[in-house]
């Protein structure tokens, strides 16, 4: 078995443009962090942890109360990178832009 750590998420553009987005984040389909807001130019100290088998799937969302949720992206944390340090993602959609800094362990 492996953990998956999300140390960091910095936020270099909103979902929508305007104001902040209401961040929160999934690991396999469950929620480890949020909802949280933050705005462009913000980071987010997250320190949310899951253990998994081979890989494991976390995928920032953006919540909207009036719709359905907009998915920012998502990775694949594999247990092979345990050991490795700290991994730094990009993640972009839904015209957003994240970094997501994460250690396996």
Known sequence: MA??????????????????DDLYINIDGNRVFGVQQIDTGEEAAVGASKTFGTKAKVSLWEYDSGSEDDLIGSFFAHSSQAGEGEHAVALTGDGSRYDVFYTVD
């Open 3 to 20: 953990t998956v750590t999300i140390n960091q998420v910095n936020c270099l553009e909103t979902t929508d443009g305007l104001g902040a």
